[in-house]
């Protein structure tokens, strides 16, 4: 079987080439197989990439939104707050303008720090919240206002007055996210 011939033969062919008496050359490319798996996970990747994109942008966008409307919502009580603290219980008075919600406008007289009073409004203008100063005209306070309600929460007590303000954002595809603070208690202190 193993004769000085075919030791020289199985000496000139590479290792792991032999097979019997055949000898294979080695060739360089890719297989059909491989080509197709490669292929499979090319199609794979382009099919999930746009879906991978949109869910990445759509989570952007709402959590942008998000962030810009708990801004805009706590800024809006923060102030109100402060200025209905500073108000008259007597001179508070709740309506709406022509054509808004009900309970969308506070009006009240509050105590400058000279020692005289001031006249102050806040109120809802379609999807603005606007403030209202001496008098004045309005100006803009905070932008993408869905609904704003002031009410008392006991009739007994005029000095204890409920803010309900919900702000709004458009966010992907025409959709929008709202955020609705939960209903704060004031104390009027004068």
């Known amino acids: 079987m193993n004769t000085p011939n075919s030791n020289k033969r199985a000496q000139k062919l590479p290792a792991g080439r032999q097979a ?3 000898s294979f050359q080695a060739k360089a490319g890719y297989t059909l197989m491989e080509l197709m798996v490669v292929v499979a996970i090319m199609g794979v990747v382009l099919i999930s990439a746009p879906k991978m994109f949109t869910g990445i942008y759509r989570f952007i966008a709402l959590a ?3 962030a810009e409307i708990q801004k ?3 800024a809006a009580l923060s102030n109100m707050n402060r200025d209905i ?3 008259q219980a007597t001179s508070i008075v709740i ?3 022509a054509g808004q919600p009900p309970h969308s406008r ?3 007289t509050k105590f ?3 020692g005289g009073t001031q006249s102050v409004s806040y109120y809802q203008k379609g999807k603005q919240l606007f403030i209202s100063t001496g008098g004045a005209a309005g100006k803009l306070a905070y932008d993408s206002l869905r609904y704003i309600a002031f009410t008392y929460p006991e009739t007994t007590d005029p000095t204890i007055l409920s803010i309900s303000v919900t702000f709004e954002k458009a966010t992907y595809e025409g959709g929008t996210k709202a955020l609705q603070m939960a209903v704060e ?3 009027v202190m004068n």
């Open 112 to 114: 400058t720090a000279s």
């Open 20 to 22: 019997g008496n055949r």
């Open 85 to 87: 603290r500073q108000a």
């Open 64 to 66: 942008s939104a998000r």
């Open 185 to 187: 208690k004031v104390r």
């Open 106 to 108: 506070i009006t009240f």
């Open 95 to 97: 309506d709406q303008l």
């Open 72 to 74: 805009n919502s706590r």
